[in-house]
């Protein structure tokens, strides 16, 4: 029997990849990366508003029971959020998409180290020779065994990666009091604010239409991957749920052979293989 934990961070993950998926197709159509980011996250809070006034309407007369403490860290973590696509964003125009795809997978390490020393989860030994085996199968799937070089933007997605793990860190901090469909939507409607923002700022035209339905899908998924990532760090750690999204590239490599003629080296399979078994000890870890 698949434990509620797995289940979520499973479906968290599986829409993580599709959220990527999609939103390479979209890059690829020759839609301009910082739009691309912008829409897509205005589609995702769009998602979860549609979502919880139509369809949750029971989480309505909750929203009043938040406190203005819990409403700063939901905005802190909006803007965490917004801040960790920005500098990724950036950071993809000054790297390669190799150097890009592997160090993103960095978040592991950067939320272990927060929730150690702000949530006072644990950080032992078998914990550590398991994060080293994840990014061991995460290098050879990512870049195929490839040599990384250095460039400037891996700074900016190293950045960006700590923003994304300080997201969901501010997220567990109140996901005990206030409902995760609540704190996703909350999280995605302050990130989507400032999206506005920035797109009348920088006069990015984010009503155009060139590859809209692929940043729909991107958005869309993207929304059920915050419901689902706060569903999983509701009962679970975050540690543990970051470890399970190791299994994104697997899943990418497996879309980007069926649908974009993408090619899957034998280096890359040892890899993949490391990962599902690190994925498997996972489960036998105390979070």
């Known amino acids: 029997m698949v ?51 139509i369809f949750k309407r029971k989480y309505i007369i909750d929203i009043k029971k938040i406190k203005p403490s819990e409403w700063k860290m939901i905005f ?5 959020l917004f801040a960790a696509h920005l500098v990724s ?14 160090i993103n997978r960095s978040t592991l390490i950067f ?3 927060l929730s150690f020393l702000f949530l006072g989860e644990k950080m032992d ?12 199968g995460v290098y050879l799937v ?7 070089i250095p460039r400037f933007g891996d700074l ?9 793990a300080s997201f969901s860190i501010t997220q567990k901090l109140i996901n005990k009091k206030v409902s995760p469909e609540l704190i996703s939507w909350g999280v995605l409607s302050s990130s989507a604010g400032y999206s506005i923002l920035a797109s009348l700022l920088l006069k990015i035209n984010i009503l155009s239409l060139d590859g809209f339905l692929f940043i729909l899908l991107a958005g869309f998924f993207e929304a059920i991957v915050i419901v689902f990532m706060n569903k999983t760090i509701q009962i679970t750690s975050v540690t543990y749920y970051y470890m399970m999204t190791m299994l994104t590239p697997i899943i990418n490599g497996f879309l980007g052979i069926i649908f974009l003629n ?21 489960q036998r870890l105390k979070f």
């Open 3 to 53: 434990s509620p934990k797995m289940l979520y961070s499973l479906l968290a993950t599986f829409s993580l990849s599709l959220a990527i998926f999609f939103k390479k197709i979209g890059l690829l159509m020759g839609v301009p990366t910082f739009r691309l980011f912008l829409q897509f996250m205005i589609i995702a809070a769009f998602t979860l508003n549609v979502n919880l006034f």
């Open 76 to 80: 802190l973590a909006g803007s965490f």
């Open 89 to 102: 964003t950036f950071g993809l125009g000054f790297t390669t998409s190799i150097n890009y795809s592997f």
């Open 111 to 113: 939320s272990t180290i």
């Open 125 to 136: 030994r078998d914990m550590t020779v398991l994060i080293i085996a994840f990014f061991v």
């Open 142 to 148: 990512s870049t195929a065994g490839q040599l990384i």
């Open 156 to 164: 900016l997605i190293l950045v960006g990666s700590l923003f994304f």
């Open 262 to 282: 993408e090619s899957f080296q034998a280096v890359q399979i040892i890899g993949g293989i490391i990962l599902i078994i690190s994925v498997i000890l996972a």
